[in-house]
């Protein structure tokens, strides 16, 4: 396993025509109803062969709007206030 991947993570690309991106997830993220339905996604179109990393027929951006909302949400119930602000 990469040195960058730690342990308690794993990593799926996103693979929508010629679009692809690398991401490192929380295994954590494996209770999420719309991770596991891209999860689904990937054995129809991929079935249980894949070697290496998983691929995710998805945008990029899809898995990181299901990532970004679900920290938010984590972010909520842990009593985070959860504005946009940049940090300078």
């Not at 009593?79 to 940049?86: I, L, V």
Request: proline share 6%; with cysteine; charged share 30%.
């Amino acid at each position: 396993m990469p040195k960058e991947v730690r342990e308690g993570y794993f990593t799926v690309f996103t693979v929508q025509g010629k679009e692809t991106q690398r991401f490192v997830i929380e295994l954590d993220n494996l209770r999420d109803p719309a991770i596991l339905s891209l999860l689904e996604q990937a054995q129809e179109e991929y079935g249980f062969e894949q070697k290496g990393a998983l691929s995710i027929p998805c945008r990029p951006q899809e898995l990181q709007k299901i990532l970004d909302d679900r920290k938010a949400k984590h972010a909520v119930a842990e009593g985070w206030p959860t504005t946009n602000a940049t940090i300078y």
